[in-house]
């Protein structure tokens, strides 16, 4: 059978766009000859809808627009595969499904219902949906097919040391005679996550010795990226077609010959990971409904690689950096940040805090009463800040990005209403040590736009004289190992001190303000999702509580 693997874009809601995207498709996938197209899973309603599916209206139009998408491909001699969320039949439990339906000559000819419903890191699916008791093979053009949803797909005894569910849906269609393996995913990255698929995938061509074809969601909705890659095996688990990561695609494969299209991957998971922030960038600022960005450029790393990011997504000239030096501020930042605007092509504009905070310690000084200097005025100019960049963001209509990284929001080394202040945290799922990683990556693609002094430069947020980061923190070489044993791993912080080699008072000092600060990480802006555990809607920790390490 002469497949199409549709990878697109779609928007959370745009039931009548995302039809558009996959009429266009299906179109051009049946002028080159394919008998079936599949599309992502929930592609008519885009991922993940979450409470949009307790709406009845939402459930009506869907229905409403999945006519539409039969209606308008039925003069198309192909059948087409897309995800959609159904109404239940079920009496009890949740009025939606997470289904598939096969379309050909403009009827509906087969749905299917998800049957295993993840509910960990970002999905939540048992909380909408009621998953499908059994399911049946579709049989097209001659062939049995066995179509699967995502998790359906993900719980192959065979691989999983310790499986989440008790059945395997794969496994059941295939004792019915099942000759392919069709399935429709959303899927969202994060490093090293494409490796696992093709490992997992693989496995399961070997064992069944069956060929298969993945189809995954591309694009940002919210704080997940998905990167698209999706493929097809023959049934020695040998690929045989593959779409392009972190891009719309269009993909043909042969089942019967073996033969198909190879299209580049991004083999470097540091490209892949900055390829994911401009891409989740782009469609949340697009997504939202806005054109241009600002951000604060302070000189220092973390909003230098905001800056590249934030020009690849939306066009250097559709962003804004704002230089704000305050009594602390070194030249050489003030120049670092205007040296980058220059190389980059953005505009940069200037605006010193120092007056304003003379002004607000004139009238804080006597209300604190002769205490000393310390966090509180370090914490005002950072507010300030704050301040003046939503003041420009009303005024032009620009959505702020906020610059800090993973390592900075883990322990609080943060200002809430300061330079926490924004609508995309964009960095906020990247630890330092690859924050420069990724800058090294952002200059090889735009050369010398992070001048070196950037890179070699002790990083410092210039609160106070002569401030460096290391004043308060550990080496980020060192806060970084740590932060990803406790927050990825939940690794206790004796096995991080004997496993690791560092003193265990220092462990344990940096994971209690990792669970200190969790108050504020539930006040920022949202994050986009790069490693397999992200502050944000896939972490669920409570704020008062008083379980320690």
Not at 182 to 200: D, F, G, Q, V, W
Not at 245 to 261: C, H, I, K, N, P
Request: aromatic share 8%.
């Amino acid at each position: 059978m002469r497949i199409a693997l549709g990878q697109i874009n779609t928007t959370v809601g745009d039931l009548a766009g995302n039809v558009d995207l996959m009429v266009q498709a299906a179109r051009r996938a049946a002028a080159g000859g394919a008998e079936l197209i599949v599309f992502p899973e929930l592609s008519l309603t885009g991922y993940p809808p979450r409470d949009l599916v307790e709406k009845p209206s939402f459930l009506e139009r869907t229905e409403t627009q999945l006519d539409r998408l039969a209606a308008e491909t039925a003069a198309l001699d192909i059948a087409l595969v897309c995800g959609y969320v159904g109404r239940s039949n079920s009496t009890s439990g949740k009025n939606a499904t997470n289904s598939a339906a096969v379309l050909e000559h403009g009827r509906i000819v087969f749905r299917q219902v998800k049957m295993l419903l993840p509910t960990y890191d970002v999905f939540d699916e048992a909380r909408y949906f009621v998953p499908a008791e059994h399911q049946l093979l579709l049989e097209l053009q001659g062939r049995k097919i066995a179509l699967t949803i995502c998790e359906d797909a993900w719980n192959d005894k065979q691989f999983w040391e310790r499986r989440l569910y008790r059945r395997d849906p794969v496994e059941e269609l295939v004792e019915e005679g099942a000759q392919v393996l069709l399935s429709i995913n959303a899927s969202p990255y994060h490093m090293n996550k494409r490796e696992l698929r093709r490992e997992i995938f693989a496995a399961t061509a070997r064992r069944h010795g069956l060929p298969l074809v993945y189809v995954y969601q591309v694009g940002g909705n919210d704080q997940l990226v998905f990167d698209g890659s999706s493929f097809a095996m023959d049934k020695d688990a040998r690929v045989i077609a593959s779409a392009a990561s972190f891009a719309e695609d269009l993909v043909f494969v042969d089942t019967m010959s073996g033969e198909g299209d190879l299209h580049e991957n991004l083999a470097d998971e540091q490209e892949a990971v900055y390829e994911a922030l401009v891409l989740g960038t782009r469609d949340y600022i697009r997504k939202c409904g806005f054109r241009k960005v600002l951000l604060g450029l302070s000189g220092g790393i973390d909003s230098s690689l905001t800056a590249v990011i934030a020009a690849d997504a939306v066009g250097p000239e559709n962003v804004i950096g704002v230089a704000m030096p305050g009594p602390y501020s070194s030249e050489h930042s003030l120049r670092d940040a205007r040296a980058l605007a220059e190389r980059l092509g953005i505009r940069c504009d200037t605006a010193s805090i120092t007056g304003v905070y003379d002004k607000f310690l004139d009238v804080l000084d006597p209300l604190f009463q002769g205490a000393p200097r310390d966090v509180t005025e370090e914490n005002l100019q950072a507010r300030l800040r704050g301040v003046t960049l939503m003041a420009l963001s009303n005024k032009l209509g620009a959505l702020v990005l906020t610059t800090g990284n993973k390592s900075e929001l883990a322990v609080g080394y943060c200002t809430l209403y300061g330079d926490m202040i924004g609508g995309l945290a964009v960095i906020s799922d990247v630890p330092k040590t690859l924050v420069y990683e990724l800058s090294r990556v952002a200059n090889c693609r735009h050369p010398g736009a992070i001048p070196e002094s950037v890179f070699t430069k002790p990083p410092s947020a210039e609160l106070r004289p002569n401030q460096k980061d290391s004043d308060s923190l550990p080496e980020y070489a060192v806060l970084d190992v740590i932060l990803r044993d406790y927050v990825e791993e939940y690794k206790t912080p004796a096995w991080i001190s004997e496993t690791r080699g560092f003193p265990l008072e220092l462990v344990r000092d940096v994971v209690n303000k990792v669970d200190r600060n969790e108050y504020k990480r539930q006040q920022a802006a949202p994050g986009l999702k790069v490693t397999s555990k992200a502050f944000g809607i896939g972490r669920r920790f409570p704020i008062a509580q008083r379980f320690l390490e």
